[in-house]
Nanobody, 117 residues
Framework: QVQLVESGGGLVQPGGSLRLSCVAS????????MTWYRQAPGKERELVAS????????NYADSVKGRFTISRDNAKNTVYLQMSSLKPEDTAVYYC??????????WGQGTQVTVSS
C-alpha cells in the first residue's frame, strides 16, 4: 500500500523555523522525484520546492528561495523541507508528492503550517 505521510507542521511565530518530513512507503522511493506543494485558504495549490530522484536537481519557488531547503534521504525513504525566516504568507497546508514518469504520482494528506504572532 502506497503511503506518503507528512509531519512537522504547527504554529510558529514570524521569523521562526520548522522542518517538515514526508515518509514514503509502498513504492521504490529512490526512483521518484519529490515535490513539496502548499495551499493557502482560498488559493490554488502552488509548487514550493522539488528534488530529483537522486537529489542532484533542485528547484524552488521564487517566494521561498533563500529561506527554504529541500533535501532527501533515500535510505530513510524521506524528503524534508527546512523552512526558515517564516512569514505569515507561508501559512498553508503543505503536501508532498512523489512522481515517476513511468508509474505515476502519489500525494500525501498534508500538514498544516501556521505562521502567526
Amino acid at each position: 500500500q502506497v503511503q506518503l505521510v507528512e509531519s512537522g507542521g504547527g504554529l510558529v511565530q514570524p521569523g521562526g523555523s520548522l522542518r517538515l518530513s514526508c515518509v514514503a512507503s509502498g513504492f521504490t522511493f529512490s526512483t521518484y522525484a519529490m515535490t513539496w506543494y502548499r495551499q493557502a485558504p482560498g488559493k490554488e495549490r502552488e509548487l514550493v520546492a522539488s528534488i530529483s530522484s537522486a537529489g542532484g536537481n533542485i528547484n524552488y519557488a521564487d517566494s521561498v528561495k533563500g529561506r527554504f531547503t529541500i533535501s532527501r534521504d533515500n535510505a530513510k525513504n524521506t524528503v524534508y523541507l527546512q523552512m526558515s525566516s517564516l512569514k505569515p504568507e507561508d501559512t498553508a497546508v503543505y503536501y508532498c508528492k512523489a512522481r515517476n514518469i513511468w508509474t505515476g504520482e502519489y500525494w500525501g494528506q498534508g500538514t498544516q503550517v501556521t505562521v502567526s504572532s
